[in-house]
């Protein structure tokens, strides 16, 4: 009787279903695959007389439900910094157009000046209001008003470098916040380039619609030192520009004692 056969008889079988198990179990082990666990359980169940099998089994099943729970644990996180993050968006961004609101706004503004006293170079804000907006929202609707402040809000970013902040104050206001302005005349001159960029017809859904826009020109330190002072000098500059006939920017000026 040859004797050098791997297994005898008996032993065949158990080989075959420690092949099997093997199988099934680095399926489990190495690819994640927790699908073969059931077919584990079935295996131990069709064959109680082996105690490799029932404790392997024992032991997979119990894999099962931490990875369960732990996949359970993961879920809860994620949605919980989901709705984090949601309620930070909403506390910071405009909803419509995806801008800084004017929290955000003034949070900016006031690392800007940090950054210019560092610099040393001038930080330009620009307070803007649309002109004629109105007549859109009267004429074509409060839908393409809507889209008209998306489409003005991403002239505008696309305007601007990365470092700049343009923000939606409210209604038809924003707010550009441009630190390490070289000179005062680069920001004159991307006055001017905003308010060519505006004026230049927006193509609605529901038509054509043209507006105009009137900027008001505040600098730091130059005009101000604080966040709301500078806030008021691109304001009361703003007033001058709507009422020098809008669609243009004013610098401001301190009022003549
Ligand atoms: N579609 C839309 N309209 C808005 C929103 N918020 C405010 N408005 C409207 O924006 C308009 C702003 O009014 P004004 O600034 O006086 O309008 P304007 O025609 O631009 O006036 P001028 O600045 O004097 O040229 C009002 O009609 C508001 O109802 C908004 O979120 N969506």
Redesign the pocket.
């Known amino acids: 009787m040859p004797t050098d056969l791997p297994f005898s008889d008996d032993a065949a079988p158990h080989a075959l279903l420690l092949t099997k198990l093997l199988t099934v179990a680095e399926r489990i082990a190495h690819q994640g695959d927790m699908q073969a666990v059931p077919e584990l359980l079935d295996m131990a169940s069709e064959h109680p007389e082996s105690p490799e099998l029932a404790a392997l089994a024992e032991a997979f099943a119990k894999l099962v439900v931490q990875h369960e729970v732990k996949e359970f644990e993961l879920q809860c996180t994620i949605d919980h910094l989901q709705r984090t993050k949601q309620d930070l968006e909403l506390a910071n961004y405009d909803p419509?157009t995806g801008l800084a609101n004017r929290a955000i706004a003034r949070d900016r503004l006031q690392q800007g000046m940090e950054q210019s006293r560092r610099s040393n170079l001038p930080l330009a804000v620009f307070y803007m209001?649309?002109?004629?907006?109105?007549?859109v929202?009267d004429n074509m609707g409060?839908a393409a008003?809507?889209e008209l402040?998306r489409q003005v809000s991403q002239r505008l970013r696309d305007a601007v470098r990365a470092v700049d902040t343009v923000a939606r104050l409210?209604?038809?206001e924003f707010l550009c916040i441009l630190p390490d302005m070289l000179t005062v005349t680069d920001a004159q001159a991307l006055a001017a380039r905003l308010v060519y960029s505006l004026a230049q017809p927006f193509p609605l859904a529901a038509g054509i619609a043209s507006i105009g826009t009137?900027i008001g020109i505040a600098l730091f330190p130059d005009h101000a030192d604080h966040v709301d002072g500078l806030i008021a000098c691109a304001d009361a500059a703003l007033y001058q520009a709507?009422n020098a006939g809008?669609n243009g920017w004013r610098l401001y000026e301190r009022p003549s004692a």
């Not at 209001?129 to 007549?135: M, N, Q, S, T």
């Open positions: 419509l209001d649309l002109d004629r907006f109105k007549w929202n409060h008003g809507d402040l409210g209604g038809d009137s709507k809008r």
